[in-house]
C-alpha cells in the first residue's frame, strides 16, 4: 500500500511554454501533498503544501505564480511550471501523507525531471 | 528552526559487512519523528526507518537499525550485513510534530552517498 505515481517521468519543453506534473495517491486518500525540488547531487527542498480544497502554501523563496500547485481531488495534485525558463529544470518530487500507526509519514512518487530548453 | 546534519557525504562498504550512517538535529521541540530514508540511482525515495522521540527502544527494520540519543540529538543508522542493493544517498530526515497549521513538513538533511563494493 501507499503507492505514489507522477506524470509524466521526463519532460522536455521549449522555454516560456507551461508544464504540468501530476501527483496521485493510488491507494489511499491523502488530504496533504508535498511538492519538492531536487538538483543533481543534492537534498531534497520543500517547495509547497498542498491541501485539498485550499491554496497550497508555499516556502520562503517560492514564486506562488510561476509554481501553480491544484490539489482538486483527495488522490490527485498538480503541479504547473508556467512560464518555464532554463533555470526551472530539475527534479521534481511529490510526496503524500498517510497517517501510520501513531504518525504521520510520507510516500514519495517516483519524481519528474523537467529539461526546459 | 530545525536543521539536520549529515557530515559524512560520502561512505563505502564491504559487502556483508556493517556501516553506520551518522545524523545529529537541532530542534527545541519535544515531540518529533525521525526518518531515514533511502534514494537508489531510480531517485525514488523508500522510507527506510523512522523512530518517535518519545520511545526510548530504539527502531529495527531487518538489517536496518538506528541509534537514537535524544539528549546528544544523534540518529544513526546501522546497516548490518550490508548488500549490493544497499547503494544509495542516505537521507535523515526531522518531522516535528504539532506544528502551527499542522503540515508536519520534512526537514532532511543532505545526504550521505553509500556505497557497497563486492
Known amino acids: 500500500g501507499a503507492v505514489v505515481s507522477q506524470h509524466p517521468s521526463r519532460v522536455i519543453c521549449k522555454s516560456g511554454t507551461s508544464v504540468k506534473i501530476e501527483c496521485r495517491s493510488l491507494?489511499?486518500?491523502?488530504?496533504?501533498m508535498f511538492w519538492y525540488r531536487q538538483f543533481p547531487k543534492k537534498s531534497l527542498m520543500l517547495m509547497a503544501t498542498?491541501?485539498?480544497?485550499?491554496?497550497?502554501?508555499?516556502e520562503q523563496g517560492v514564486e506562488k505564480d510561476k509554481f501553480l500547485i491544484n490539489h482538486a481531488s483527495l488522490t490527485l495534485s498538480t503541479l504547473t511550471v508556467t512560464s518555464a525558463h532554463p533555470e526551472d529544470s530539475s527534479f521534481y518530487i511529490c510526496?503524500?501523507?498517510?497517517?501510520?500507526?501513531?504518525?504521520?509519514?510520507?510516500?514519495f512518487g517516483p519524481g519528474t525531471r523537467l529539461t526546459v530548453t | 528552526a530545525q536543521t539536520v546534519t549529515q557530515s559524512q557525504p560520502e561512505m563505502s562498504v564491504q559487502e556483508a559487512e556493517t556501516v553506520t550512517l551518522s545524523c545529529t538535529y537541532d530542534?527545541?521541540?519535544?515531540?518529533?519523528?525521525l526518518f531515514w530514508y533511502k534514494q537508489p540511482p531510480s531517485r525514488q525515495m523508500i522510507l527506510v526507518i523512522r523512530?518517535?522521540?518519545?520511545?526510548?527502544q530504539n527502531a529495527t527494520e531487518n538489517r536496518f537499525s538506528v541509534n537514537f540519543q535524544k539528549a546528544a540529538k544523534s540518529f544513526s543508522l546501522k546497516i548490518s550485513d550490508s548488500q549490493l542493493g544497499d547503494t544509495a544517498m542516505y537521507f535523515c530526515?526531522?518531522?516535528?510534530?504539532?506544528?502551527?497549521?499542522?503540515?508536519?513538513?520534512?526537514?532532511f538533511g543532505k545526504g550521505t552517498k553509500l556505497t557497497v563494493n563486492p
Open positions: 530526515a526531522f518531522m516535528n510534530l504539532f506544528t502551527q497549521g499542522g503540515s508536519e513538513k520534512l526537514v
Open positions: 530542534t527545541s521541540e519535544n515531540n518529533y519523528y
Open positions: 491507494d489511499f486518500q491523502a488530504t496533504t
Open positions: 523512530q518517535e522521540a518519545y520511545k526510548q
Open positions: 498542498s491541501n485539498e480544497g485550499s491554496k497550497a502554501t508555499y
Open positions: 510526496s503524500a501523507r498517510v497517517f501510520r500507526d501513531t504518525t504521520y509519514e510520507q510516500y
